[in-house]
């Protein structure tokens, strides 16, 4: 079995890398800078050159190279998303979504993925040659040196989609999935001023402040880039610290691979501490204050 993965993202490349180690041979197809290519853990690295912002061109080029392998794995970034939906139209391959894990079974894919908005995980035999892979899946393979492959070039057509102008989206100067330690917020905390006493205890710890979709998406108290669940990061600390968060299972499939996961919350029926290996059930502007005090002393 050979497979062929693409993404624009190069961590998400060395994610899936990993992901499918010891599964099947995997080749590249990379919408970026050739100085890359190196860093990929593959034989053969096609280079998509002067990337459009034009998801069918890419879908395309991507087409002519595709028929030569099994399965045809990208990274479930906006872009990546159109070109797998593309691709499994065009050439008739049947597509899965947002996979979370990926063996075979008598000559099959055997594949998991969330269900109903997230409530629940199907597993499932199926037919599918084409899947989207969450971001976060696994941790990076990168070769101890750089990588002798074979190098070849795709060249895009020009598509129906001219590039006028270009603003970069600023970025946060927090990267959440590769924090060992975080404090996490949501909507229990109440106000805004109760961020400080979050900060606090991140402080102490050394850890990153995180925030539950509430906090982050619809009351904007914290950055998107802080935003952990199935419409944010999804994170896999060493230790995270759960503060006024209820425990939907929106949030919880970004946070459920931590080794060490710790409840503070009013409400002992909250959902969370189904999912904690430590829970305290109180008002976290007692509790966290003392915290903050016992570690610092």
């Known amino acids: 079995m050979k497979s062929l993965i693409f993404s624009e993202s190069a961590e998400i490349i060395k994610e899936m890398l990993n992901f499918l180690n010891g599964k099947m041979e995997a080749d590249v197809a990379f919408a970026g800078e050739t100085s890359e290519a190196p860093l990929f853990a593959a034989k053969k690295v096609f ?11 890419v879908a395309l080029a991507l087409e002519g190279i595709v028929g030569g392998y099994d399965y045809f794995f990208v990274g479930a970034t906006t872009v990546g998303r159109e070109v797998a939906a593309m691709v499994s139209q065009d050439m008739n391959m049947p597509m899965e979504s947002e996979i979370m894990s ?9 594949v998991s993925r969330f269900y109903y908005g997230g409530k629940t995980v199907m597993e499932k035999i199926t ?3 084409v899947f989207t892979v969450m971001a976060g899946i696994s941790d990076q393979l990168v070769p101890d040196k750089p990588y002798e492959q074979e190098v070849i070039m795709v060249h895009v057509q020009s598509g129906g989609i001219n590039l006028i102008s270009r603003e970069e989206k600023q970025k946060g100067s927090v990267d959440l999935t590769k924090a060992d330690i975080i404090v996490a917020v949501g909507r229990g905390i109440g106000k805004k001023e109760g961020l400080e006493v979050a900060e606090q205890l991140a402080s102490a710890l050394g850890a990153e402040l995180a925030g539950s979709r509430p906090v982050c998406s619809d009351l904007h108290w914290l950055g998107e880039e802080r935003q952990v669940g199935l419409s944010g990061k999804r ?4 230790v995270y610290i759960a503060l006024g968060i209820s425990g939907q299972i929106q949030h919880i499939v970004g946070m459920r691979d931590s080794k060490t996961v710790i409840a503070i919350n009013r409400d002992k029926s909250a959902p969370i501490f189904n999912e904690c290996d430590y829970g305290l059930v109180g008002d976290l502007y007692a509790i966290v204050p003392k915290l903050v005090q016992a570690i610092r002393s």
């Not at 280079?47 to 061109?57: F, V």
Request: hydrophobic letters at 25%; a positive charge.
């Open 127 to 129: 037919s599918a040659r």
């Open 47 to 57: 280079i998509i050159d002067s990337y459009p912002y034009d998801p069918q061109t």
């Open 102 to 110: 990926f063996g075979l079974e008598n000559g099959q894919a055997k």
């Open 235 to 238: 994170v896999k600390p060493k």
